[in-house]
C-alpha cells in the first residue's frame, strides 16, 4: 500500500520536501487571550486520489498555515472519508463520489470550530481542493452551501478536474497489482466507465467525460452521475429546444456565494487529461496532443463554452463581476512549489477577502526557476 512517492505522480501526492520551519505556536494562553473576533477564516482541504488525510505531505502543509503569523489560531481540517488513513485513501479510489460529498457536508456540520459562531465569527471557511478533491469540494459549495449551510468564502482547486477527465490517471510503473490504483484499472476492463457499478464505485468514471468524441459524450449526459450533474449539464434537444430534466439553480445560487474562485493548474500536468480541465475548459484544438508536451497549453476561451455562456453554474457570473482567478503554478502535476503555495495562502486570512487580482507565476519561467519547484 505505501507507494514510491516519486513515481506515484497520480492526482495527488503531495511533495515531502516542502521545508517548512517548525512552527512558532503562540502559548496557549495567549491563543485564548487573543479576541476570538480577530480569528482567521478557517481553512478545509480535500486532498486528491490516492493520498490519504494523515500524510505527511498534507500534515506539512497544515501545519505551515497553523505557524503563520498572520493566520495566528487557524483552524485547518483536512476532509477524512474513512475511519483510517488507509480506508481514507482507498476511498479516493472507491465509492460513490455523490456520497463523500455527503459524508463530507455532515462532516463539516459538526465541526464547531466552523459551525459555531463564537469559535468562527465569520462563519464561513475557506476551501483547498488538491487535484479531485476540487471538484468535490465544488459539489460541496453547490449542494450544501445556501442559508443555513455551509458557507465557503474561497474556493481555491489545484490540478482539479472540474470538465472531467478524458483518459484515467496512469498507475505508478511497478504498483503492486494488489494496488488500489491497479484494482481500480482492473475493474475498469470489466465493467464500462458508464456502467452503473463503475458510476457508483469507481470515482475517477464518475467524472470521466470525453470532450473529443460525440457518442462517448453522449454517454457521459446519460449516464455520468457525479460531475454531469454539478456542471449542470443535461441532455438539449436543439430541435424542440428542451432538456431532460431542469438544471439546479440551487447549484447555480450557491455556487455564485463564493467570494473567489481560484483555479490554478500546473504548467507541465501530464497527468490530467486534459489539462484545460483545471481552468474549467477544454483544448481548443481537440487534436492537439494528447497528453500535451510540456509547455503547450492551447486552451478554448471560457466564452466557447456553453456551461459558461448560458451559466449553468454561475460560472459566469463569478467572472464577470471580477472573482474568478485562473494561475498556473510551474511543475507537474501536484508538485507545489513554494511560489504555489503561497499564492494559495494570499486567499486566506485577511488577505483572502480580497485576494490578489491575479494568481501569478508565468508558465514562461519556468525553465529559469526550476529549482523552485520541490521534487519528491
Ligand atoms: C438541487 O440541489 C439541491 C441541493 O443538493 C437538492 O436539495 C435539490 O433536490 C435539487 N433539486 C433538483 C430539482 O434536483
Ligand atoms: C520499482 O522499481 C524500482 C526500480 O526498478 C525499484 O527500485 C523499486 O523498489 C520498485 N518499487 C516497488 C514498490 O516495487
Ligand atoms: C442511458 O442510460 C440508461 C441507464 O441509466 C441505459 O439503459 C441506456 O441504454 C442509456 N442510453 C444510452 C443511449 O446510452
Ligand atoms: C483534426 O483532425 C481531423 C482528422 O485528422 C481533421 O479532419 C480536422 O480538420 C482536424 N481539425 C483541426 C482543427 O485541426
Known amino acids: 500500500m505505501i507507494l514510491p512517492p516519486r513515481l506515484f505522480t497520480l492526482f495527488a501526492i503531495l511533495p515531502l520536501a516542502f521545508?517548512?520551519?517548525?512552527?512558532?505556536?503562540?502559548?496557549?494562553?495567549?491563543?485564548?487571550?487573543?479576541?476570538?473576533?480577530?480569528?482567521?477564516?478557517?481553512?478545509?482541504?480535500?486532498?486528491?486520489?490516492?493520498?490519504?488525510?494523515?500524510?505527511?505531505?498534507?500534515?506539512?502543509?497544515?501545519?505551515?498555515?497553523?505557524?503563520?503569523?498572520?493566520?495566528?489560531?487557524?483552524?485547518?481540517?483536512?476532509?477524512?472519508?474513512?475511519?483510517?488513513?488507509?480506508a481514507d485513501q482507498k476511498a479516493t479510489f472507491f465509492g460513490n463520489a455523490n456520497s463523500h460529498i455527503e459524508l463530507a457536508c455532515e462532516q463539516l456540520s459538526a465541526l464547531p470550530e466552523i459551525m459555531d459562531r463564537d469559535l468562527n465569527p465569520s462563519g464561513k471557511f475557506d476551501a483547498i481542493g488538491f487535484s479531485q478533491g476540487g471538484q468535490l469540494l465544488r459539489g460541496v459549495v453547490e449542494r450544501?452551501?445556501?442559508?443555513?449551510?455551509?458557507?465557503?468564502?474561497?474556493?481555491?482547486?489545484?490540478?482539479?478536474?472540474?470538465?472531467?477527465i478524458s483518459a484515467l490517471p496512469p498507475c505508478p510503473p511497478n504498483s503492486s497489482i494488489f494496488s488500489p490504483c491497479r484494482l481500480m484499472h482492473l475493474s475498469l476492463v470489466h465493467s464500462s466507465i458508464y456502467s452503473s457499478y463503475a458510476q457508483n464505485n469507481i470515482i475517477p468514471a464518475q467524472y470521466f467525460r470525453n470532450y473529443n468524441d460525440e457518442v462517448e459524450l453522449a454517454k457521459y449526459l446519460n449516464g455520468s452521475s457525479f460531475l454531469r450533474d454539478i456542471n449542470n449539464e443535461r441532455i438539449e434537444d436543439l430541435e424542440s429546444s428542451t432538456i431532460s430534466e431542469p438544471r439546479n439553480e440551487?447549484?447555480?445560487?450557491?455556487?455564485?456565494?463564493?467570494?473567489?474562485?481560484?483555479?490554478?493548474?500546473?504548467?507541465?500536468?501530464?497527468?490530467?487529461?486534459?489539462?484545460?480541465?483545471?481552468?474549467?475548459?477544454?483544448?481548443?484544438?481537440?487534436?492537439?496532443?494528447?497528453?500535451?508536451?510540456?509547455?503547450?497549453y492551447d486552451a478554448l476561451p471560457l466564452k466557447d463554452l456553453p456551461l459558461y455562456q448560458k451559466d449553468y453554474i454561475g460560472l459566469r457570473s463569478i467572472d464577470e463581476r471580477g472573482d474568478l482567478v485562473r494561475g498556473v503554478c510551474k511543475g507537474v502535476h501536484m508538485q507545489i512549489g513554494k511560489k504555489c503555495w503561497e499564492s494559495v495562502v494570499a486567499f486566506l486570512g485577511e488577505r483572502g477577502e480580497r485576494g490578489p487580482e491575479e494568481a501569478i507565476l508565468d508558465e514562461?519561467?519556468?525553465h529559469e526557476e526550476h529549482s523552485l519547484v520541490f521534487q519528491l
Open 19 to 86: 521545508a517548512l520551519p517548525s512552527p512558532a505556536r503562540p502559548s496557549p494562553d495567549v491563543a485564548r487571550s487573543s479576541s476570538s473576533l480577530s480569528r482567521p477564516v478557517p481553512v478545509v482541504i480535500w486532498h486528491g486520489l490516492g493520498d490519504r488525510y494523515d500524510a505527511a505531505g498534507l500534515l506539512s502543509l497544515k501545519q505551515d498555515l497553523e505557524s503563520r503569523s498572520e493566520l495566528e489560531n487557524i483552524f485547518v481540517h483536512i476532509v477524512k472519508i474513512g475511519l483510517d488513513g488507509a
Open 364 to 366: 514562461e519561467e519556468y
Open 250 to 296: 440551487t447549484y447555480n445560487d450557491n455556487f455564485k456565494r463564493l467570494n473567489k474562485l481560484v483555479l490554478l493548474r500546473f504548467s507541465h500536468d501530464q497527468t490530467v487529461v486534459p489539462s484545460t480541465s483545471a481552468h474549467f475548459t477544454l483544448p481548443a484544438n481537440s487534436n492537439s496532443t494528447t497528453p500535451p508536451l510540456p509547455g503547450s
Open 144 to 164: 450544501c452551501g445556501g442559508k443555513g449551510g455551509l458557507n465557503v468564502r474561497n474556493l481555491i482547486t489545484l490540478g482539479s478536474q472540474h470538465l472531467g
